[in-house]
């Protein structure tokens, strides 16, 4: 896996100190008030419920399934809370790449409140890999990043302009975020938990609202061409992320979706194919594939469209890989 990540964006300077743009103003404003101290603004005495699953398997789709019924109790107990551990480090290294991308958007927009609002966004995304740290420790178990993850936020990383950082990072890996947290905050039964998401997702809010008034104010002044390459980078995100991209190899250090499953003594073969069974014989509940979908459509898809990037030059790109659906 590779940890150097070049990039060509160039570092700006920017002499005018004047704000013009009260939207931003306003958000600043909001983030500087807005913060909060892991150490002292979470419960941490709490620790962790051993009694219960962290997250409420009534809303996982699996646990509904015969398939899981026929597992032991301790093997359902293990499967449950390796995906939980899952899930939640694929937050921590996200949230790194969202620290990562942060700097550099302090260093590559034009404007002086873009750059303040990113300097808070980067103590925001800071603090996110300490809280989700913490947790993962008290869990005592953790992931490696997923290639389809780490893929995306290469490609941010690597991204020459900031524009295209600020699509894929705020616009869509936050949308992303800020509906699995969404979700989260629903699920979640261990208090500290739910606490975290909480205050998580209040910041991830505002990051969302920094991409969509960075990109409505600089979109109209792009070329032609500059838009459709803006348009494709969103694409190719989106492929990169779903890991439609290429060969299905996974680099060496990353993980596999299916090692929680591999992890509670689980053959993943013997249980796709006992849960496609049952999916052919209507005995599955649906909501989970729904769930997930609309996790893309409803956020990240949305405010694609939210900004324009979704043109007719590329909506049936969109609609032939099935992330769209014809009305
Ligand atoms: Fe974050
Ligand atoms: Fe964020």
């Known amino acids: 896996m590779q940890l150097k990540i070049e990039t060509t964006c160039p570092t700006v300077w920017k002499f005018d100190y004047e704000s013009k743009d009260p939207e931003l103003d306003e958000l600043y404003e909001l983030a500087k008030k807005n913060q909060w101290n892991v150490t002292t603004d979470i419960d941490w005495e709490h620790g962790i419920r051993e009694d219960s699953d962290i997250l409420d398997r009534g809303e996982n789709a699996l646990a509904h399934s015969n398939f899981f019924k026929s597992l032991s109790k301790q093997t359902q107990n293990d499967l449950m809370a390796n995906q939980a551990a899952f899930t939640l480090s694929q937050f921590l290294h996200g949230e790194q790449g969202a620290l990562l991308c942060c700097g550099q958007l302090v260093d590559a927009v034009p404007d002086i409140q873009g750059k303040l609002y990113a300097a808070t966004q980067v103590v925001d995304e800071a603090r996110h890999v300490e809280v ?3 947790y993962l420790t008290m869990l005592d178990k953790s992931y490696p990043i997923t290639s389809g993850l780490k893929n995306v936020l290469d490609a941010i990383l690597s991204a020459e302009k900031w524009q295209a950082k600020c699509v894929g990072m705020n616009i869509m890996v936050e949308s992303l975020a800020m509906g699995s947290f969404r979700n989260m905050l629903v699920s979640a039964q261990d208090p500290t938990l739910k606490e975290i998401v909480r205050l998580t997702s ?5 990051h969302v609202s920094f991409g969509i008034i960075a990109l409505q104010d600089e979109l109209p002044n792009l070329s032609d061409e500059e838009r459709a390459e803006l348009e494709d980078f969103a694409f190719t995100a989106l492929t990169l992320l779903t890991g439609r991209d290429g060969d299905g190899r996974v680099p060496e250090g990353t993980a596999r979706a ?25 005995a599955m509940d649906p909501m989970q594939a729904v769930r997930s979908r609309s996790l893309f459509r409803d956020y990240m898809i949305l405010n694609l469209e939210r900004v324009g990037l979704v043109t007719d030059r590329v909506r049936p790109q969109y609609l032939e890989a099935g992330f769209l659906q014809a009305e």
Do not use: N, S, T, Y
């Open 202 to 206: 209040r910041d991830e809010a505002r």
């Open 132 to 134: 989700f740290h913490k």
């Open 258 to 282: 299916v090692q929680p499953i591999i992890d509670a003594g689980i053959d993943p073969q013997e249980m796709a194919a006992a849960l496609a069974k049952e999916r052919e014989e209507g």
